[in-house]
């Protein structure tokens, strides 16, 4: 079955300090990766996204993630941290339904990052 | 303007009641879908119709009934609460009939609390 790994529950960094956010999925075929931000009180905003092509991709916010099909990752990734990036950090995988077409999302548990002035 | 609005956002009430959430998408998706978030943050699918026909439906108790009078709404109901019913839900639509390689928009939420 497909499953979202986000091994770390929360993480402080330092305002002005380089972030990686780490994501592990399982999914038996070709991955459809995102990453969302959740800040408090608030909805699901998109970060990026992974179909294919380069693995290296980039997203709102200054943020990049780089899938690793041999580790099975796509770790989020940001050379400098605003304390404006406080908020629940998810990652996703895109898996197929099975007999529909149609695709769920499956989340991992989320990651809590915390900016230390 | 917002692309995906739901009501109320905020929605407290007692265990045995009926209550509904409205969501309404002006993106012009296929797709719709109900997430929730249970007291972990941790995020499941509900249900996804697309073009007002059920297409996953996640083992969720038949309290919850999902209706889509059109392409652009998708409420859910939900009958009898139980105090396991607290949680954030919210509201999502994707273009592309919801296939695969398609990102998902999200809602701010409803957060439900029964007391």
Redesign the interface.
């Known amino acids: 079955a497909q499953s979202v790994t986000q091994p770390d529950i929360h993480i402080t960094v330092s305002e002005g300090a380089s972030l990686e956010l780490r994501c592990n999925y399982s999914y038996g075929a070709t991955p459809y990766l995102f990453w969302y931000v959740q800040s408090p009180g608030q909805g699901l905003q998109l970060l990026l996204k992974y179909f294919s092509g380069d693995t290296l991709v980039q997203g709102i916010k200054g943020f990049e993630a780089e899938f690793k099909r041999s580790q099975s990752s796509f770790n989020l990734r940001k050379p400098s941290v605003h304390w404006s990036d406080a908020a629940e950090y998810f990652c996703a995988v895109g898996a197929l339904v099975t007999d529909t077409g149609f695709q769920k999302l499956v989340f991992g548990t989320g990651t809590r990052l915390l900016v230390s002035p | 303007d917002t692309a995906?609005s739901q009501t109320p956002k905020y929605l407290v009430t007692q265990m045995g009641n009926d209550k509904s959430i409205k969501c309404e998408q002006n993106l012009g998706h296929d797709?719709m879908?109900w997430?929730k978030q249970d007291s972990?943050?941790?995020?499941?699918?509900m249900f996804?119709y697309?073009n007002k026909e059920l297409?996953?439906n996640?083992t969720v108790p038949n309290r919850f009934s999902p209706k889509s009078p059109d392409k652009a709404h998708l409420n859910l109901h939900i009958n009898s609460l139980e105090l396991g019913d607290s949680a954030v839900y919210?509201c999502?639509s994707s273009p592309g009939?919801?296939?695969?390689?398609?990102?998902?928009?999200?809602?701010?939420?409803t957060r439900l609390t029964v007391v």
Do not use: C
């Open positions: 995906v797709t879908y997430y972990k943050k941790f995020l499941k699918i996804s697309n297409i996953i996640e919210f999502a009939q919801g296939r695969m390689n398609t990102e998902a928009f999200f809602g701010q939420g």
